[in-house]
């Protein structure tokens, strides 16, 4: 389904989409600005998540359907220039199965004024690649890891991949990634016991553990509120061992609440909890997404997406994609709504709409 924002009169005032003004920053009608952009490269990944993906028949989007190198950079070169775009994430999907991913930073990179880059990955071929993608511009970089214990690694991920997971965090230290995350979804039964040791084996290397609750965007439609692990139920799981105090600096836009983890007197990091479904920060978000088929979303839980692909195909200049993209970005909802009665899940998975 495509947005088809509203066609001003030429001799009216550029307006887009029900009254937004052409401005600089990305806005929508709440005043939200979003300064920071997530690019799904790939909707393909090598792991089987059970929150996320089914075992097997997944129907990934054909080639043809997906952005080209080319593409890709335009519609970010149009985000930063224009939009005032300030961060771009390359999320999957698996971004590190794309075969440009390299070049696609160093040329991201290049772009006036530059953006922060971030990546987000399983890390499952991470060690082969970081070291370039650091010379070539990553600035910041989020790991997915839901245990160390191989055993529960495999029940998550349906692959016994765990090992090369490790190693490509192990190389993104090597490589000197200024900022390294690794990102935990729990799970009832299957992975609350590895909360603790992920804290300790991330603060021990200087990462910053991040635990997310679970969200309705697994491919077989199959979450359910009451079965999630909830951010507060991850806090007590943790102040078990540890003492956690919330950081006293502003939030802002982030996602991730942050706390500072104490043993005994002693001081050993921050973890961050993201609360999306318990606590949601629908009103300081600052996002705007693109899939990996051109299609922007407001929101992650939009069911409404407007094609900037197909136009940038058929010859559509600057002018008429930031108009389009402007113009979704103006409807974007205040809320997900996914903690109330009647939330209907996007058709779309995590793994088509980029995380």
Known sequence: MSAV??????????????GAPVERPLADRLGRRAADLRVSLTDRCGLRC?????????????????????????LVRLSVMRLGVR????????????????DLVARIARLRPRPMIAMTTNGVSLAERVADLRRAGLDRLNVSLDALDPDVARAVSRRPLLPRTLAGVAAARAAGVPELRVNTVLMRGVNTDQAVPIVRWALD??????????????AGHGWRRDAMVTAAETLALLGEAFTLRPVDRPRGSDPAASHVVF?????????????????????????????????????????????LLGPLRDGADDDELERLWRGAQWAKPAAHGIDRAGFVPPRRPMSAIGG
């Open 205 to 218: 290397r200087g990462i910053t553990p991040r635990f997310i609750e679970q969200m309705p965007l697994d």
């Open 87 to 102: 961060k771009v994430r390359l999320t999957g999907g698996e971004p590190l199965l794309r075969p440009g991913l390299v």
């Open 263 to 307: 043993e005994g007197d002693r001081r050993l990091g921050e973890v961050g909890i993201i609360a999306s479904v318990t606590a949601p920060f629908c009103a300081a978000c600052s996002r705007t997404r693109l899939t990996a088929d051109g299609r922007v979303r407001a929101c992650l839980f939009s069911h409404v997406e407007t094609d």
């Open 5 to 18: 924002p509203v066609t001003p009169s030429p001799a009216a005032p550029l307006r887009i989409a029900d």
């Open 50 to 74: 059970t929150y996320c993906l089914p075992a097997d028949g997944v129907p990934w989007l054909p080639r043809r359907q997906v952005m080209t190198d080319d593409e890709v950079i335009r």
